[in-house]
Structure formats: structure tokens, C-alpha cells
């Protein structure tokens, strides 16, 4: 196979390859804007993603472009970056050359920020029946999914078709770490608030949202009382939260729980993410959620030229000696640090190696728990139900700022979250209903 | 199978059963919203479309949920009207009975609204290659080729992928009616105006974008002077424009038009529409374009209690005696008027067949193109360029009223075309690139 340079680079400058545009990635790209050397920012789609608004569009609360934004156009004004969309397939660190669809890259630094896809846990063949939220078009999915699922319930309105009924009318949100507790809500709210005077020969209500933790308790990376407020709020909705039970099967039909089974259309994967494959290309062992322990200046191991942020390295903080979260914040401080020491040593002011520790500032933790409620703890404020949804709130919205057209994405958001009235309720897939019941 | 009744019925009421969700269906249903009757609104999809806006969002101006709006959400208030989201798939004049997945719906009224399909005239393998612009799917897949072709354009950089590069850059459109003149300004402009600053070593404003015509001039709806002034426009922007010229051949490849080969990787279809599949199941000849020739009131010739509407009714205007045109406005009026003769006919006002013939009032015909151009003419005006943009857009703002939320749509609408910074240019489907050239 013929293997060719990726363009974009101007001769005689160093380069850096980035490769992820998530948080990580485009902060670091970011943090080399003035420097004089060749950035290539290299993802597989082609935007920016807000993921942690992704469950809104699941639940059609925002629309696909109020979160994500086209990565092109975020570096449209950095003039030392380029942006390729395609995926990596080989890190040749001998050679120092990323390797995707034919085309080749030298690296004089290399920035991993791949960040994490789905986990089964061995049970691949889940996928099928229950899509994770990681990426813009799951949310697609779980969103089709959802209204389709209603849609199939109102169809289903005879004494013959209970089991249809039940089935249709029964979500189950796999894990419930922030992703999953904030689905669970917002699922039952949807069915709830939103669509129940939509439909007016079923009581969409009534739907059952099943949250599933097998760990002993909810929202498990935050402390006990985040946890129980957490808990009550969503059971005060009428979610059915189940702590302490594991999943064992999960077919078209519904899902196990321990020996008891479920019959459920929807299902949710929101119960585990692993480190993406290219983590396995870097040439050490992987640890823990498949993730790559880098030093604490954010290097791998033995090379100084090549660093791992973001949701896929796994590093202690050397002053709580806690692990820092894979969360957003944690992404955005890591590529920054990764990018101002690579322009610290491209001037010549520091020498690899020798770059002040990695630390994580903790801003807190929080996670949404239906509309108008939330839990939030940092290390000067602990608040649960609406005056953390209102700190929550207010954080995103400055966070919003820089996507699509920023007044016009706050104003959406804003507009859905005040009047209760989001409409991005659309089904982009054609329905079908190949096997009738009738 | 067994069949039974669909829901929504309340016992004793006269059932009228309107067949499609689009701007006929949608009027004639609004129009009995104070009647003692049963509404049953059927459509295969769970939104209305604003179907004249749809190329905005093929070319990444406007998001899907812009211009969708849930229909349950329409009726969420007309207490005697209910939504059945499915396909409908027998019309059963003799017992007067609408069946479709296993369900029987029976009618007093049948009101059929089921509008038009791609046409493509003996050649459905073509399909796969030049997808259609009729629903919101068709546009999210339009908007994925067109800027997929981007990426690979920017991909193919290189001597020996010139040809590559080439069939990349070239966009043909099929057909030169509205949406053909509309959806070739917008591509064109997307690639000069939105995205040539985001691809820093592809000069995305050298695409080519090809209009291609059968018949002797773009917009043979329109007057000679408006079509002159469109093509003026078109050519302004760079856009090429074919008249009298057959497409005779689309493939993967490229397009085959008279004997010319125009290596092409995305390909539009707005050539033609033929009327819906259940026209045939009406017992009538169908006239051309696969339409229905009803009646002055509206009505199936010999059929009272059935009424043809939209797109897919036939009919010449009694005082003009021109034929009523295929537009949203032509859909509402005969939408609202069939509404009006069923509510007379039920409260035994007017009894059926007694009813003045339906009259078309033309509010004049419009089409843009380009961003900020547009050509207008009727009965009082005509105008070409900026003042009939002026006008289109006027129209238009207040025609998305009542779409989303309000406000958003037109902010958001306002914004993308007062700053010329849409931001909608998401890829949904994750990019594949499995035939490598490397």
C-alpha cells in the first residue's frame, strides 16, 4: 500500500498530532494556536461533541446541532492547524507515524486523546438491543428508539397486545453512573411531562423507566449523600431504581436482571466504557478500564514525545494521590498542560522530562436528575435538588457558550428548560413494522 | 389477519379519517377542530414537514427539528382529533374502510392527502445514487453525502487522485424546478461562503455544481423573465446550468447526461415526482404525474364521501382554468376547503355534491437562489434578486410560526442567514471508508 504524508504541514516546522477532538484533543490543539509548528487534529467524526448534554438529545429535549460542532470550524481561525477526519489505524513509535486510510503522519509530539467507547464486557452482541450514549448518532438512535417505542404502545391498544404493551412501555437504563441517572429521569419525564398530552389513548405515564446499578448504590462516584438525594428525587418521578442487581442478558425481547426478567423494547447501555483500541497500539500494558497509566507529566512511559490525556489515561493527582475523573473538566486541564508543555519544549524553555507535575483542579461533580433537580458536591458546596440544577444549569450554559450559534443554542436550551416545551421529538428514520402482531 | 378497529373513536360520532400529515392533511383536519366528529389523522411519519425549507436542510443551514414539528404536538389540543403514526395500506371503497398494519379504521369521510413520491421514471436503481429531497431522512442523507464529499475531497489530495478529487467536487442536480434551483444556489454557496475558510488545503469554492434541466429552461413553472433572472443569478454565483439536456444514465460513478460523462460523487434527484402509492387504490384512471382528477368540490368522481387533496388532486381552477399547482398553498387551500364541505355536510347545512367549486387563490410563486436572492412573481408583482428575498424571507418567518419554538426557529433562522454562520454541518453517520485508494 502505497502510504502518503497527510498534508497540511508546512516544511521545517515541528508537528504535533492530535488525535481525538473531544474535550482533551481540542483543548491541546487549542493551547498551541501561537506556536509555530504544524498541528494535525485527526478524529473519525466530524464535530466537536457537548457529550455531557448528549442524553437531551436522546431525549429530544435539544436538537443534534445545539451540541455538537463542526470541528473544521473550530480551528477555522487557528492558522497553524489542520483537521483530517478519518480513523487511525496504526502508532508506528519506532518510526514516529500515525497510519489511517493510506496516509501517513510524522510526529514530533504526539497527542493521544482517544477517549473511550462502549463496554459489554464481553457481550458484544448487546449493542444491538442496547446502544450506548457516546456518540452523536446513538443519541439519534436511542432517541428514535424512545418516540418509536411510544409510538408502537398507542399501536398497541388491545386486550391481545398487553405483552406488546408492557414491553413497549418499559425502558431500562443500564447503569447508573451520571450518564445513566440523568437518562433515567429524563426518559421518565419525557413519557411524564412532555408527550403524555400528546398522545390520547395511552397514558404515557405510565411507562416504566427501570435504572439498574450493579454496584450498591447510584451515582457510585460521588459520596453517599449525593447518592440518596439522587435516589429519592428520581423515585419521587416514579423511576424504579435498582442498586445492587446485575444484568445477565439483554435480547430484543427485554433484559435479566439477576434471575428476574424484564420484558423492556428500549434498552440503554450506560454501564461501563472502555479505553479505545488505539490504547492497545501504544505498546504498554493497559490498565484498568483499558486506559493507559501515563507519568505525571502525562507522557507515556520511556517517551517523552508522546503523551496520553483525556477519559484514556489514568493518573493519580500527586497532592489527593486520588485518580483524576474521566470526566470533561479533567480532559479540557490535561490538554491544556499537554499543550503548554509541548510549547514550553518546541521554544526551548523546558526540556522534556522536566515539566512541573500534571494536577487536577476539582471544580466538583454533578449530574441532572430529571428538569429542575440535581446533585452537585465540590469541596466547598454540597447541594441537591433545585439549587444545584441551578448552579448545573448556569455551568452549562457558560460552557454552551462557543457552540453553533451560541445565543441561539442557549436561547433553545433555555427556552425548552423555562416553557416546557422542546419539540425535537422527530423520528429521522422511516418506521417500519415489518413483524405485525395484527 | 385479524383487523379490528383503531383507537380514537368515540361511539356515536361521525369518523372522518384524513390520510397524510402535510399541509393538506394537517388544514383539513384544523378545519374540523369544532366539529362533533372523530378525527383520525394517519401518516407514516411522526412530524410535519415544512417541506419548502427541506433543501436548507440538505445543505446544513437549518437543523431537522427547525422544520419538523411532532404532529401529536399539532393536535395535542383539538380534543375530537387523534394521530396514528403507521402506513395505511388498503382503501376499501366498498365497506369504506382505511386499513394498514393490522388495524381497520371505517369512515364518513375519507379525506386522502397522501402527497407525492420521487419519480424516477422507470429507473428506481438510481435511487441509491441520487436520493430524492421529499422527507427529513432524505435531507440528513443528503447533508451527509454532500459534506462527506468534502472530507474526501480534502482526503484526495494527492497527483494520482485527481480523478477522485474531481467526481468529489462535482455536485449535480437533477431537475431545475424549485427546490432543484433552490438546492443548487444553497450547495454552491455552502462551498464558496460557509466552508471554503474551514478546509484549509482544499479551495472548496472550486466545486462544481451542475443543474440539469430536460426541459428548455430552469423553472418552467415560472415565467421566461423569472427563469432568466435565476439562471442570471445561478451563473453569478458559478453554478452550471443545463437546459434541454437528459440525464440519461447515474451511477456511483457520475452522471451520464445526453452522451456526456460527468464523473460525479453526489447526485441529487429533484427531477420529478409521481403521485403516492395509494392513488392506484382509489378505482380511478390516474392522470398524469400519477395524480387523482377529482371533482370541482374536491371529491372522487362518484364518491361523496371521498376527497382527494394536495399534491396528488388533479384539478383546474374554474375562473382561471389553469391547473392548481403543486405548492403548499394550493395543499392548504383545498385542505381547508374539503374541511369546510365536511363540517357543512355534517351539520346538514349543505348537502353533499351542493358545495361551490373550489377556487385557487394565487398568492404567487417564489423560489430562492441562493442566499439572499430569490425570483417572485404574481398576479400584483414581480421580482428577481434582493427584494424578492426580502419577500421570501417575510413569508417564510412568518410561516415557520408555530413550528418548534417559535421564537428559536426564527431566531435561529435569522442568524444562520443575517450572520452567514450556519452551523448545522453535522455528519450523524460515522465515516466509513472501506474502498481505501492509498
Not at 450506548?132 to 399501536?155: M, S, V
Not at 431500562?172 to 400528546?198: F, H, N, R, S, Y
Not at 514525545?305 to 493527582?317: F, Y
Request: charged share 25%.
Amino acid at each position: 500500500m502505497s502510504q502518503r504524508q497527510m498534508h497540511g504541514y508546512v516544511d521545517g516546522r515541528p508537528n504535533v498530532v492530535v488525535i481525538g477532538g473531544g474535550f482533551g484533543g481540542m483543548s491541546c490543539a487549542r493551547a498551541l494556536s501561537r506556536l509555530d509548528v504544524n498541528v494535525l487534529l485527526i478524529d473519525r467524526s466530524n464535530h466537536h461533541l457537548f457529550q455531557p448534554l448528549l442524553y437531551q438529545v436522546a431525549t429530544g429535549v435539544l436538537g443534534e446541532s445545539d451540541i455538537a460542532y463542526p470541528l473544521r470550524k473550530a480551528f477555522r481561525k487557528q492558522n497553524n492547524a489542520s483537521v483530517l477526519i478519518g480513523e487511525v489505524e496504526e502508532i508506528d513509535l519506532e518510526k514516529k507515524e500515525v497510519r489511517g486510510f493510506g496516509r501517513i503522519a510524522h510526529w514530533d509530539h504526539l497527542v493521544v486523546a482517544a477517549g473511550m467507547k462502549d463496554n459489554y464486557f464481553g457481550n458484544d452482541q448487546w449493542a444491538e438491543h442496547a446502544p450506548g450514549l457516546k456518540a452523536l448518532h446513538q443519541a439519534t438512535d436511542i432517541r428514535n428508539r424512545i418516540l418509536t417505542a411510544f409510538e408502537d404502545a398507542d399501536y398497541a391498544f388491545g386486550e391481545e397486545d398487553r405483552d406488546e404493551l408492557l414491553a413497549c412501555m418499559t425502558f431500562v437504563v443500564v447503569g447508573a453512573g451520571a450518564t445513566g441517572v440523568e437518562l433515567a429521569g429524563a426518559i421518565k419525564q419525557l413519557a411524564v411531562d412532555e408527550i403524555a398530552p400528546d398522545f390520547k389513548n395511552l397514558d404515557t405515564s405510565k411507562a416504566r423507566v427501570l435504572l439498574v446499578e450493579g454496584a450498591e448504590r447510584i451515582l457510585s462516584g460521588m459520596s453517599e449523600k449525593s447518592s440518596n438525594a439522587a435516589r429519592r428525587i428520581l423515585k419521587s418521578y416514579g423511576v424504579e431504581v435498582l442498586e445492587g442487581r446485575r444484568v445477565m442478558e439483554i435480547s430484543g425481547k427485554g433484559v435479566m436482571i439477576d434471575d428476574e426478567f424484564v420484558p423492556a423494547r428500549t434498552v440503554v447501555w450506560a454501564a461501563g466504557v472502555t479505553g479505545s483500541s488505539l490504547a492497545g497500539k501504544l505498546g504498554v500494558e493497559l490498565v484498568s478500564g483499558g486506559r493507559v497509566e501515563v507519568k505525571p507529566d502525562l507522557t507515556l512511559p520511556g517517551r517523552s514525545d508522546v503523551r496520553v490525556i483525556g477519559d484514556l489515561a489514568m493518573i493519580h493527582d500527586p497532592r489527593t494521590g486520588k485518580e483524576v475523573p474521566g470526566v470533561a473538566q479533567g480532559a479540557i486541564q490535561m490538554g491544556t498542560y499537554a499543550g503548554k508543555c509541548i510549547a514550553a519544549e518546541l521554544r526551548g524553555k523546558t526540556a522534556a522530562g522536566s515539566h512541573a507535575d500534571f494536577t487536577y483542579f476539582d471544580k466538583g461533580t454533578m449530574a441532572t436528575v430529571g428538569r429542575g433537580k440535581a446533585v452537585l458536591e465540590s469541596k466547598w458546596l454540597n447541594l441537591s435538588g433545585f439549587p444545584a440544577w441551578v448552579v448545573w444549569a448556569l455551568v452549562h450554559i457558560v460552557f454552551l457558550v462557543g457552540f453553533r450559534s451560541r445565543i441561539a443554542a442557549m436561547w433553545g436550551w433555555l427556552w425548552a428548560y423555562l416553557f416546557f416545551s422542546a419539540s425535537n421529538e422527530i423520528i429521522t428514520k422511516p418506521l417500519r413494522r415489518d413483524d405485525d402482531a395484527g
